[in-house]
């Protein structure tokens, strides 16, 4: 069965400072990779793919995939608190259907 | 309107009952989709409708019935539910269906009683 891993937390980090969110994977064979945002009582929203290994910036955000050890992270750079929410990892392989980690909510304290 | 509409939003059916959830997008998409939201679990895929073809998520009971009668409009038929299947019901659309640029729809909270 294929399962994403994710810390449900809360992380809490102070404002201005990096968040570093991880998820790992168990199917091999995985190729495309999602980050969503979930505020409270929101509806999710894509805020990162990614397909190849190594790093995809947009804005404060990267994306960094690893293939080989099987984990996607996401990094968001000068957190503010508007970036507290749930986020949400998704993984794609063969299957048209991704298979989704339970979400680590970030809090970011002023 | 604009962007993704879910009708109603709020739900609470017996399990006997038959109801629909209704999903409008105005973004000019071509894929719509079904997911489940529940407490207990992750974000899980239904349905996908893309370009006329559905793909089904092998997982889903068949007491969930969807519908697309156009790239506008989506449906979720519910019959002979059970207590589980309380949760929120979202509809997304995208351009093609590689879940980029996937927008959501405020959901339909359903409770079954």
Known sequence: QKEVEQNSGPLSVPEGAIASLNCTYSDRGSQS????????????ELIMFIYSNGDKEDGRFTAQLNKASQY???????SQPSDSATYLCAVRGGSYIPTFGRGTSLIVHP | ETGVTQTPRHLVMGMTNKKSLKCEQHLGHN?????KQSAKKPLELMFVYSLEERVENNSVPSRFSPECP????LFLHL?????????LYLCASSQEGGFYEQYFGPGTRLTVT
């Open chain 2, 79 to 87: 019959h002979t539910l059970q207590p589980e299947d309380s949760a």
């Open chain 1, 33 to 44: 990779f999602f980050w969503y945002r979930q505020y409270s009582g929101k509806s999710p």
């Open chain 2, 70 to 73: 156009n790239s506008s409009h």
């Open chain 1, 72 to 78: 996607v992270s996401l990094l968001i750079r000068d």
């Open chain 2, 31 to 35: 894929a719509m989709y079904w997911y």
